[in-house]
Nanobody, 123 residues
């Protein structure tokens, strides 16, 4: 019912920048929050950054001051600007969305995930 399409991953040298985008589409009534998670080989999935419908942001300590999350409510799109990238930022980055949809029993919120986009930072 809700699809997330990510773009913007790739290979970059340490110190470089990348910008990730994630567009949500489908039978969306409203979006509560959107965010980015990442998973490196051998590690669990961890929160990178999130933004609420009101614009409140939350960052992992490891990316604070280097990454910026933003959101275009009209387009149901979230962005992650990543600057001063480090090799330890290498991971698959997943978009996450908490969206409200209309069901036969009323409005309900669900979590949705994108397919993931690879970010590789070379030293």
């Amino acid at each position: 019912q809700v699809q997330l399409v990510e773009s913007g991953g790739g290979l970059v040298q340490a110190g470089g920048s990348l910008r990730l985008s994630c567009a949500a589409s489908g039978s969306i009534f409203s979006i509560n929050a959107m965010g980015w998670y990442r998973q490196a080989p051998g590690n669990g999935r961890e929160l990178v950054a999130a933004i609420s419908s009101g614009g409140t942001t939350n960052y992992a300590n490891s990316v604070e001051g280097r990454f910026t999350i933003s959101r275009d409510g009209a387009k149901n799109t979230v962005y992650l600007q990543m600057n001063s990238l480090k090799p330890e930022d290498t991971a698959v980055y997943y978009c996450n969305c908490n969206a409200v949809i209309v069901t036969v029993v009323g409005r309900r919120s669900f979590e949705y995930w994108g397919q993931g986009t690879q970010v590789t930072v070379s030293s």
